[in-house]
């Protein structure tokens, strides 16, 4: 069973850093793309950047690009999303996310697994 984790949620002011951790656990993630959504208060939840296990390949959303760069550990199963010159309007949950393909998509519907996602808290 495919369990995602997440951690490094928190506060921080305007221009600061976070980097989130999702930790994927259940079986082996070769052939996987695995994602970052958000969801911020009132409003959908959104793709944010994706990147494929085998390969690395990357993918952003326009309004992160420069700021926010996904990555993955394959020996720790982990995927790292680390978030600079961050700005109030990136204030959300952000959720983990995978699916069992290696062709990379920012429709979160196509994603099969989710974990429960971080508080982001990003203040002026």
């Known amino acids: 069973q495919v369990q995602l984790a997440e951690s490094g949620g928190g506060l921080v002011q305007a221009g600061g850093s976070l980097r989130l951790s999702c930790l994927a656990s259940?079986?082996?993630?070769?052939?996987?793309?695995m994602g970052w959504f958000r969801q911020a208060p009132g409003k959908e939840r959104e793709f944010v950047a994706a990147?494929?296990?085998?390969?690395?390949?990357?993918y952003y959303t326009d309004s992160v690009k420069g700021r926010f760069t996904i990555s993955r550990d394959n020996a720790k199963n982990t995927v790292y999303l680390q978030m600079n010159s961050l700005k109030p309007e990136d204030t959300a949950v952000f959720y983990c996310?995978?699916?069992?393909?290696?062709?990379?998509?920012?429709?979160?519907?196509?994603?099969?697994?989710w974990g429960q996602g971080t508080q982001i808290i990003v203040s002026s």
């Open positions: 996310a995978a699916k069992s393909s290696d062709i990379m998509n920012d429709v979160r519907e196509v994603y099969e697994y």
């Open positions: 990147i494929r296990w085998r390969g690395g390949r990357t």
């Open positions: 259940g079986r082996t993630f070769s052939g996987f793309t």
